[in-house]
């Protein structure tokens, strides 16, 4: 029970309903989250200023924040589960926490008010059990955008906040289209969410871009949270599979922070997976064989700009001088031998480069990824279609029927067989630290041995159309 009762006070993502759900993802969403108070000088709590302000602000309305509970640096954390130092814990300063509650508002405007001395706080009294049912008297100071916060101290923003409206634009949804994308979801728990992103589907909005994960994760995977899930690494359009969303600021910064020292010391990993506290793995169906069955590719990565400017391409970097590269490396191995000139390999990538897999498969190996039309558009030219009669299957067969879901979807077409097959290119595995554990275990005790946590191992299903490839070429 004590252990329970200690986990409830700190724990910032827990209990979402009560003060453990501390980190707002939007400022609209705290309102109806919390039981804010609105301090006025009417109601039986007094409010003291500690300063010769007008007759309005002491008669004036507060909005108040969460008290302030134990953080955790979550950047620090995610270095050290990947192997780096102690350094978990860190202050808060006043501002920090202000914009950690309110990301809704603008960061300029939270900034103006400490300027112009608005902001107020207030820490907990030890005589507040003593004076029960007796009028309090609550001490408001002034604070500082730089001061630290203690355990407990609540924040008083001008009323007047809460009246502006939201930056954030609602993303409306039917009843299908949630239940389709909560179907996706592989896993969940109180720091992350894992779903099996279907290829198609924009991992984040931009031009032209109508519906992206990001978006729907914020209208369909929230449920009961105060936050909105976070995006810690991406996937391209039309590849699929995996992909990790925090639930909260702490645990996204943590994650983001694992994928990042990942990459950091990729090159002393390459040969050792037992040390690779973050590990992925793609499936991927090519057109060739590589002339070794397995192997490490390490060639670094550059960006062209091509089409006069209207688009950019990534390439191999053989001559440093003409651009800057970025190291990227890739574990290879075949899993099943050549078949009709196809090849399924496994691809495990140390670094985290914008199409790392694709690149070092089509330049590097000289295989391209089926439906890669990007980067192996000439190959896909001259490559022969595969024809049921090749593969003894009657040539009568129909193909899948467009089965269009929500969002306009189509997941049943683009195999082989299919005169323009989709891109064959899925985050199949994942294993990753316990990221929710291990925030706990830091908030009950900094001291806490993080050396022998537990890790999450992820598995998604293939997608219909590189599950029938792989059916088609098995058969």
């Known amino acids: 029970m004590v252990f329970r009762r200690r986990l409830l006070q700190l724990s910032s993502y827990s209990a979402p309903h009560g003060a453990a759900g501390l980190f707002m993802s939007s400022f609209h969403h705290h309102q109806s989250h919390f039981s804010t108070k609105i301090v006025t000088a009417d109601d039986k709590t007094h409010v003291n200023n500690d300063s010769n302000s007008n007759d309005n602000e002491r008669r004036g309305k507060w909005f108040t924040l969460p008290p302030f509970t134990s953080t955790i640096n979550g950047s620090a954390l995610?270095?050290?589960?990947?192997?780096?130092?102690?350094?978990?814990?860190?202050?808060?300063?006043?501002?920090?926490?202000?914009?950690?509650?309110?990301?809704?508002?603008?960061?300029?405007?939270?900034?103006?008010?400490?300027?112009?001395?608005?902001?107020?706080?207030?820490?907990?009294?030890?005589?507040?059990?003593?004076?029960?049912?007796?009028?309090?008297?609550?001490?408001?100071?002034?604070?500082?955008?730089?001061?630290?916060?203690?355990?407990?101290?609540?924040?008083?923003?001008?009323?007047?906040?809460?009246e502006l409206p939201s930056r954030r634009q609602e993303c409306h949804c039917t009843e299908e289209e949630i239940k389709f994308i909560q179907s996706l979801e592989l896993y969940k728990d109180p720091a992350i969410i894992v779903v099996n992103k279907p290829p198609g589907m924009p991992v984040q909005g931009g031009v032209g871009i109508k519906r992206s994960i990001d978006e729907l994760a914020a209208t369909c995977l929230t449920y009961d949270y105060s936050e909105l899930p976070r995006l810690v690494h991406r996937l391209d359009r039309d590849s699929s599979g995996i992909l990790v969303m925090g639930r909260t600021q702490t645990s996204a910064t943590v994650l983001h922070s694992i994928f990042r020292e990942k990459t950091s010391g990729a090159s002393e990993e390459a040969n050792d997976d037992e040390k690779r506290i973050l590990q992925r793995w793609y499936w991927a169906l090519v057109i060739g064989t590589p002339r070794r069955p397995k192997g490490v590719i390490s060639a670094p990565l550059?960006?062209?700009?091509?089409?006069?400017?209207?688009?950019?391409?990534?390439?191999?970097?053989?001559?440093?001088?003409?651009?800057?590269?970025?190291?990227?490396?890739?574990?290879?191995?075949?899993?099943?031998?050549?078949?009709?000139?196809?090849?399924?390999?496994?691809?495990?990538?140390?670094?985290?480069?914008?199409?790392?897999?694709?690149?070092?498969?089509?330049?590097?190996?000289?295989?391209?990824?089926?439906?890669?039309?990007?980067?192996?558009?000439?190959?896909?030219?001259?490559?022969?279609?595969?024809?049921?009669?090749?593969?003894?299957?009657?040539p009568n067969e129909e193909l899948p029927k467009e089965n269009t879901l929500p969002f306009g979807l189509d997941l049943e077409n683009g195999s082989i067989l299919e005169k323009q097959p989709r891109l064959h290119l899925h985050c199949k595995e994942m294993v990753l630290p316990n990221v929710s554990r291990a925030v706990q275990s830091v908030q009950l005790s900094s001291e806490c041995d993080l050396s022998k946590l537990e890790t999450i191992k992820l598995v998604a299903p293939l997608p219909s159309h590189m599950q029938r490839s792989w059916d088609i070429l098995n058969s």
């Open 78 to 162: 995610g270095k050290e589960l990947a192997g780096g130092s102690r350094s978990a814990r860190t202050e808060t300063p006043a501002l920090k926490w202000v914009l950690r509650c309110c990301p809704d508002l603008p960061r300029s405007l939270i900034q103006k008010l400490f300027r112009l001395r608005q902001v107020r706080r207030v820490s907990p009294s030890t005589e507040s059990s003593a004076n029960e049912g007796k009028e309090q008297e609550i001490k408001l100071k002034r604070v500082a955008a730089k001061d630290s916060m203690n355990l407990g101290d609540q924040i008083f923003l001008p009323i007047t906040v809460q």
């Open 302 to 394: 550059g960006k062209v700009i091509v089409d006069n400017g209207k688009s950019d391409r990534i390439t191999v970097v053989n001559n440093a001088q003409i651009m800057s590269p970025q190291h990227a490396i890739t574990k290879y191995r075949v899993i099943k031998p050549s078949c009709h000139g196809y090849t399924w390999l496994e691809l495990s990538p140390l670094t985290g480069r914008k199409h790392q897999i694709r690149v070092h498969c089509a330049e590097v190996l000289g295989t391209p990824i089926v439906g890669d039309y990007k980067y192996g558009w000439q190959t896909h030219r001259r490559w022969k279609q595969l024809h049921p009669s090749d593969l003894n299957e009657n």
